[in-house]
């Protein structure tokens, strides 16, 4: 071959090949951008069908109450989540499989089963979709946390921190959105953003295969002897573990708060303009719920700073204090009719207060339980969570729509018990 033709087709092939080594490149140097930014991808698919909810019913014909139809999908694919990560966390499969295939394998299915909306045909076939999506974000968030803690383990709050905070403004997206179409200023069809959603996801799964390689997972050894239920219930070994126990307490007093906070948000604004003698349209309800709920991502952010230099448990036992000093001062400036700008300061503080520890909870979690049993350990943490995150919700929402702002008090048990669970130290395990 001449020698001219040969460089030039030496040439060739190195100019096909910066893009990908270029990713990889990118992807070696910040991983912790990469996960951050894949966890926010896959997770999309959590939020976005609530987002387009009015359209989506419009075209199922469905006439009925658009809130109870909220609830439906919302349950279902908290309900999948749930047993997806009690699934994964009790029977240490989150630990036998490697975390960025079990990631990769999980957005592209999520991504499948939210595109089978498109040909739903209403909410009982969409609901049933919503449970798989639902099983498939198990092996997104908790196995996401995983990636982050293996990736960065002498930084893991800090990390985490990211994460966390993608998945904060995803919570507030929806209200975002809402915002946006409601003034006029966006408008996308509802099959598009579920479209962009599971093609997101899918990217989500390109960004983690570019991650270098991690130490493969312990292979768990399991004598023929051991019984059906041993082997069912592998994941539980992280509570013989008091440095996982102290931070599970922990985020369990978290997560009665967390979530009942934010799915209260509109009816508290709602009653903090009416205080006021204000009225409220539906664009500034879905921007200050935006606001509201989206502080609490770069308060993820700066509580991962903090971590660097106080530590995680400093941090976590911050955001819970924080939360019961701004849960008493908001609740005393509602009983004293406070203007609203004040009431919006003190929910906005309280809102980022009640998440600037989340981070650190997995962080202190996954710092007590061995490298073999953090994935397991952290899935069935998750799915506990979420799991008193609903009965929160269930319990108490109603009870501060009936009998007014004063009732926000039975919120405290959460993060007083997760103080006291903070109380004592531990060593790493």
Known sequence: MPSALQGALVSSTKSLTPPISGWRQWANRYPVALIALAQLFGTSLWFTPNAVLAPMLESWSFTSDSAAALGQLTSSVQGGFIVGTLALGLAGLADRFAARHLFMASCVLGALTNLALLIAPGLLSASGLRVLTGLALAGIYPIGLKLMVHTAPDRAGAALAWLVGMLVLGTALPHGLAALQLSGHFSLPWGAAIGMASL???????LVALLPAIAPPARVTTSTKTSLLARATRGLAAWRHPGFVRGALGYFGHMWELYTLWAL???????????????????????????????????????????????SLWVARLG????????????????GDASYGLLLGLLALWSLMAVIDSPQF??????????????????????????????????????????GS?????????????????????DPA
């Open 200 to 206: 997101l996801a899918v990217a989500g799964a390109g």
């Open 362 to 403: 997995s962080a202190l979690a996954a710092g007590g339980t061995p490298v073999e049993l953090q994935a397991s350990a952290l899935a069935v943490m998750n799915a506990i969570g979420f799991s008193l995150s609903l009965v929160s919700i269930a319990l108490l929402t109603p009870l501060v729509a009936s009998q």
């Open 406 to 426: 004063l009732l926000l008090l039975a919120i405290l048990p959460g993060p007083l018990l997760g103080l006291l669970a903070l109380a004592r130290r531990v």
């Open 320 to 335: 819970l204090a924080g939360s019961v000093i701004l849960t008493l001062l908001f609740v005393t400036a509602m009983q």
């Open 265 to 311: 948000v509109p009816l508290l604004l709602t009653t903090m303009a009416r205080l006021n003698d204000l009225s409220l349209s539906a664009t500034q309800l879905a921007l200050h719920s935006f606001l509201v709920i989206a502080v609490g991502g770069p308060g993820c952010v700066v509580g991962g700073w903090l971590s660097r230099t106080r530590g």
